[in-house]
């Protein structure tokens, strides 16, 4: 990420540098792991779907539960320890599967406590990951990083899926578990590298809080509601979340195999979505919308595109189309959502405030997935569809009605941030 010199400039772009390296090996980790999981799992002596499903649920539950308290850790905690030690428990949860899928002996209760320390691990990265961003990077660069980073994990999360289905083929689920266990190891490694980042301490109060988890969540909720266009941009985009979720997962593989031409169509629709959406998130470096809030809001409506055309049936072209265009919107959606969160949140509660974020979305994907396939069998497939992407269409309107979302401008850059701070000693310029 080339950017002009300065006297903070070597030590963040440094820092940056590992941050992006150790994300782009987990989430190739993340892109990999559960392909080779659900066929090390199914290829177990007496499993099947079932079994499949309880150890996913174990996996995912705790993320739910625990990333509010992730926020809170990745407030109070030096992010980088925290973030590394996620990715260290992560692998050695990855690693426990990987070698009791590989012996072809796995007692199931084991194999369940590996897949809640592995969602328990996962908890705090994306609330940490945020305020890790806020804490390295000048806020004139937050959003070129963000879509660096964004595109660059996005990346790797596709080449992970890619190459999972293949290694498990050609290796076995054991030894491709083992790679997905060992990309967290390195990506843990990796963070270890990162100077040591505390916390910023929190201004005092003019009253004392609750002391405890209980007040330091209470603050950050107080943080998350107290923003107008913060807490409705979130809804909005939770909504939006969970239906392409439904739409990813039962409706749109259903439409596919009804009148579209079957998974050959349904995987370019996916290919030509994961195109969109790196290109958006590219692109989003040279973006800057005068209101990023309003430019969020009004790019969450064009999620609505390829719904809306799996429910009229065009020939599959158009429908690739479509998710191509709503996939760009989406990459650009993600990186100015970062972005702004990052630019208007104090420093002290960002992860905390990133956590409910986090929440709202992961708490309304099962139950969008599940009301997807009763609507489907209740009203038909097609109806099903078009009600989704009206659900996007007043999420988006909803958002836009909001006057703080409508008029957020683009934070100011705030002297005296932690990544602004001059070097100790004048320091060698390196490249890009």
């Not at 990333?67 to 428990?89: I, M, N, Q």
């Not at 266009?229 to 739409?247: E, K, P």
């Not at 959406?277 to 390829?306: N, Q």
Request: contains cysteine; glycine residues 12%.
């Amino acid at each position: 990420m080339a950017v002009g010199g300065g006297p903070g400039t070597a030590r963040w772009r440094r820092d940056f540098r590992v941050l992006l390296a150790a994300r782009v090996v987990s989430s190739a980790g993340t892109g990999f792991g559960p392909i080779a999981l659900g066929f090390g799992v199914l290829g177990l002596p007496g499993a099947d779907v079932g079994t499949l499903s309880l150890v996913v649920a174990c996996q995912t539950l705790p993320q739910l539960l625990l990333v509010l308290l992730g926020g809170v850790l990745a407030d109070r905690l030096p992010r980088a320890a925290l973030l590394a030690a996620a990715e260290a428990t992560a692998g050695l949860a990855w690693g426990g599967m990987a070698v009791m899928i590989g012996l072809g002996t796995a007692p199931l209760p084991l194999l369940l406590a590996c897949a809640v320390v592995a969602g328990a691990a996962a908890a705090p990265v994306g609330p940490a990951l945020t305020g890790m961003v806020v804490h390295i990077v000048p806020a004139s660069e937050r959003r070129r990083a963000n879509s660096v980073l964004r595109s660059a994990t996005y990346t790797a999360r596709t080449a992970g899926i890619t190459l999972a289905g293949p290694a498990v083929v050609w290796a076995g689920a054991g030894w491709a578990l083992a790679v997905d266990a060992a990309t967290y190891v390195l990506a843990a490694v990796l963070l270890i590298a990162l100077r040591p980042i505390a916390p910023v301490p929190a201004p005092a109060p003019a009253t004392a809080p609750a002391a405890g988890l209980a007040g330091e969540l209470a603050a950050g909720w107080r943080e998350f509601t107290g923003r107008q266009w913060l807490w409705v941009l979130v809804t909005g985009y939770s909504v939006g979340y969970a239906v392409a979720g439904a739409v990813t997962g039962v409706l749109g593989p259903s439409a596919a195999q009804s009148y579209l031409g079957g998974p050959a169509a349904w995987s370019a629709i996916l290919a030509g979505q994961a195109v969109g959406t790196l290109a958006g998130a590219v692109a989003a470096r040279w973006i800057r919308p005068r209101r990023p809030a309003l430019a969020a809001a009004l790019l969450l409506s064009v999620g609505a595109l390829p719904v809306a055309l799996l429910a009229a049936a065009p020939p599959a072209p158009v429908v690739v189309a479509g998710a191509v265009v709503a996939g760009a919107a989406s990459g650009l959606l993600m990186v100015l959502a970062d972005t702004v969160i990052q630019q208007h949140v104090p420093a002290h509660a960002v992860s905390r405030v990133s956590a409910y974020d986090w929440f709202g979305s992961l708490a309304l994907a099962p139950v969008a997935v599940a009301a997807a396939g009763a609507g489907a069998r209740e009203f038909g497939l097609r109806p099903t569809l078009l009600g989704c992407a009206v659900l996007v269409c007043a999420a988006a309107a909803f958002t836009v009605c909001a006057p703080q979302v409508r008029t957020l401008p683009p934070a100011p850059h705030r002297p005296g941030h932690p990544a602004d701070r001059p070097d100790p000693a004048p320091a060698r310029r390196t490249g890009p």
